[in-house]
């Protein structure tokens, strides 16, 4: 049996390479045809792929030599019964057929693809590579050698060009600038370093320029810039990774790594719907036992911009704040914030805020004059929510001056506090009043007046008697009492109670017309009152910042 599937094997590699000779001899004679070389086929199925890539390397070849392309059936292998094979290859022959029928030599001659090595870099990161890496840009960002259609408010559509860092490590002592009003452009695959030299202000890329389009009603200067599989090295001198400025659609990553940023990994000026997705990043690693974390004022991700979407972003230990959103409508799916102590995630006076599915690890969610915010699904590890009504800028701000909590919900948040009650932390969320002019927190002015439709339910946590909602219910039953005392501070996150509703079951059907009623609350409290003594259940549901 094992000599029959050799025999077979090695006939269908003899066809496979006659077919090969017999093709490329049909259209004329020619000395060789290069094909890749492949391992040995293990059984049939490779058997029949190397027959596939060799009559498609074939074609190929005839191609670029100027000889008429035969029938994708010619190639097809009279023995190979296999429907999908040969509709695979079907499929590759048309698409090779669509490639080299549709390329003209001069946009044969655009279809840019850079590597640095073409531009005498070293890829070994041992020595600086800035002028063959700017070099390179120069030629990713040759308007005139793209012939495709303009973007957006003239924006020059590069038509795909790309740098392919071909996984080089290469030294750099200054940005690598994408301009303003240029677009359709990717840099990909390989690590950019710092060298001492750079400048501490700059990121190792920067796209855009801020305030450059301001006579545009999108305000952006550039669209659809691709940033993907890129090891991002700042080397605690470089201020950080990628500044974007004024862009519409750029993409930074997926599989992007970030660290020895001084000031953030990613920081977006202006612009909108930018997208992170699939990054790691941390200004230094957890080992590093030389760090002065007191000194750090590093962010991981810094959004000076509406409408971004972060999704699957690590920050890691350690990164003085995980994310910093100070723009609206941005939204953050799936972000992991184990970033050292601190703030993980910082939603700073701006509105229309979504967190959805995020994971808080052992860094507080901090939301300042929290204005039309939604936090669901998501788990604090031994951490908290802290809620700042205080806005420190003053002024007008989403919402309005003053303080301020208006339209947030918090929904469905699962919390973990078995360990930070040692330091503290033993609610899921928390206000937090600033005390200024010597004043406590006690004496700011912060009552139902400054807080309107908070929801805050269906929260879980490992200690119920952790978890502090907007809404909460108690029951009591008691025989022969006239008094129902109901202490609901435990369970509520502000101090006080604007509405009360109550139901009371009676034991004895004697009793079910003497008169009741709730007393307007104190504080957390309800009190419920029996004109007499009975035997009765009584259940309260009270509601707060409505």
């Given at each position: 049996?094992?000599?029959?599937?050799?025999?077979?094997?090695?006939?269908?590699?003899?066809?496979?390479?006659?077919?090969?000779?017999?093709?490329?001899?049909?259209?004329?004679?020619?000395?060789?045809?290069?094909?890749?070389?492949?391992?040995?086929?293990?059984?049939?199925?490779?058997?029949?792929?190397?027959?596939?890539?060799?009559?498609?390397?074939?074609?190929?070849?005839?191609?670029?030599?100027?000889?008429?392309?035969?029938?994708?059936?010619?190639?097809?292998?009279?023995?190979?019964?296999?429907?999908?094979?040969?509709?695979?290859?079907?499929?590759?022959?048309?698409?090779?057929?669509?490639?080299?029928?549709?390329?003209?030599?001069?946009?044969?001659?655009?279809?840019?693809?850079?590597?640095?090595?073409?531009?005498?870099?070293?890829?070994?990161?041992?020595?600086?590579?800035?002028?063959?890496?700017?070099?390179?840009?120069?030629?990713?960002?040759?308007?005139?050698?793209?012939?495709?259609?303009?973007?957006?408010?003239?924006?020059?559509?590069?038509?795909?060009?790309?740098?392919?860092?071909?996984?080089?490590?290469?030294?750099?002592?200054?940005?690598?600038?994408?301009?303003?009003?240029?677009?359709?452009?990717?840099?990909?695959?390989?690590?950019?370093?710092?060298?001492?030299?750079?400048?501490?202000?700059?990121?190792?890329?920067?796209?855009?320029?801020?305030?450059?389009?301001?006579?545009?009603?999108?305000?952006?200067?550039?669209?659809?810039?691709?940033?993907?599989?890129?090891?991002?090295?700042?080397?605690?001198?470089?201020?950080?990774?990628?500044?974007?400025?004024?862009?519409?659609?750029?993409?930074?990553?997926?599989?992007?790594?970030?660290?020895?940023?001084?000031?953030?990994?990613?920081?977006?000026?202006?612009?909108?719907?930018?997208?992170?997705?699939?990054?790691?990043?941390?200004?230094?690693?957890?080992?590093?036992?030389?760090?002065?974390?007191?000194?750090?004022?590093?962010?991981?991700?810094?959004?000076?911009?509406?409408d971004n979407y972060i999704n699957n972003v690590i920050v890691f230990d350690y990164t003085h704040t995980g994310v910093a959103v100070h723009g609206p409508a941005n939204v953050l799916t799936a972000v992991h914030t184990w970033n050292g102590g601190g703030i993980g995630i910082l939603v700073n006076e701006t509105q229309q805020v979504r967190l959805l599915g995020c994971y808080l690890d052992y860094n507080t969610l901090t939301l300042v004059h929290p204005f039309q915010h939604v936090v669901r699904d998501s788990f604090f590890l031994n951490t908290n929510a802290v809620i700042a009504p205080y806005a420190p800028t003053g002024g007008w701000i989403p919402g309005g001056s003053g303080p301020l909590v208006k339209a947030v919900v918090f929904n469905g948040n699962t919390y973990a506090l078995d360990k930070s009650t040692g330091w503290g932390v033993n609610r899921s969320i928390v206000i937090e009043l600033p005390s200024t002019n010597g004043s406590t927190a006690q004496d700011l002015p912060f009552g139902p007046a400054q807080c309107s439709q908070f929801f805050a339910t269906g929260e879980i946590s490992d200690n119920p008697m952790s978890v502090v909602q907007t809404q909460a219910r108690q029951t009591q039953t008691q025989t022969l009492a006239s008094e129902w005392f109901f202490d609901f501070s435990e369970q509520l996150l502000f101090p006080w109670i604007e509405s009360v509703e109550y139901s009371m079951t009676f034991d004895d059907e004697s009793d079910m017309f003497v008169p009741h009623a709730a007393l307007s609350p104190s504080g957390t409290t309800v009190r419920v009152h029996t004109q007499r003594n009975v035997s009765a259940t009584v259940t309260v549901n009270v509601a707060q910042c409505l």
């Open positions: 049996m094992i000599s029959s599937c050799h025999k077979l094997l090695g006939w269908i590699l003899c066809m496979a390479h006659l077919q090969v000779l017999v093709n490329g001899l049909l259209g004329s004679s020619w000395n060789s045809i290069k094909t890749p070389r492949r391992e040995i086929p293990r059984n049939l199925h490779d058997a029949r792929q190397l027959h596939l890539d060799a009559t498609f390397n074939a074609r190929k070849q005839m191609m670029k030599r100027g000889h008429a392309p035969h029938s994708s059936t010619d190639f097809a292998d009279a023995g190979d019964t296999s429907v999908y094979s040969n509709r695979v290859h079907q499929r590759r022959m048309q698409e090779l057929n669509y490639s080299e029928n549709s390329k003209s030599p001069e946009t044969s001659s655009s279809a840019q693809s850079i590597s640095p090595l073409d531009c005498g870099a070293d890829p070994s990161g041992k020595t600086d590579s800035t002028d063959a890496l700017l070099s390179c840009m120069a030629k990713l960002l040759n308007a005139s050698a793209h012939g495709s259609d303009p973007m957006a408010d003239k924006i020059v559509n590069l038509g795909g060009a790309t740098l392919d860092l071909s996984g080089g490590e290469y030294l750099i002592s200054a940005p690598l600038v994408i301009p303003k009003l240029v677009g359709n452009v990717r840099i990909t695959g390989g690590t950019l370093k710092a060298s001492p030299a750079f400048d501490p202000t700059k990121f190792l890329i920067e796209i855009g320029e801020a305030g450059c389009n301001e006579k545009i009603p999108q305000g952006v200067c550039n669209e659809f810039i691709e940033l993907d599989s890129i090891f991002f090295d700042s080397f605690h001198v470089a201020a950080g990774g990628v500044f974007i400025a004024n862009t519409m659609g750029a993409t930074v990553g997926p599989s992007v790594f970030f660290t020895g940023f001084n000031d953030a990994a990613v920081r977006v000026h202006q612009g909108h719907e930018m997208m992170l997705l699939f990054a790691w990043m941390a200004e230094t690693y957890w080992d590093d036992k030389n760090f002065n974390h007191s000194a750090s004022h590093s962010i991981g991700v810094d959004l000076q911009a509406p």
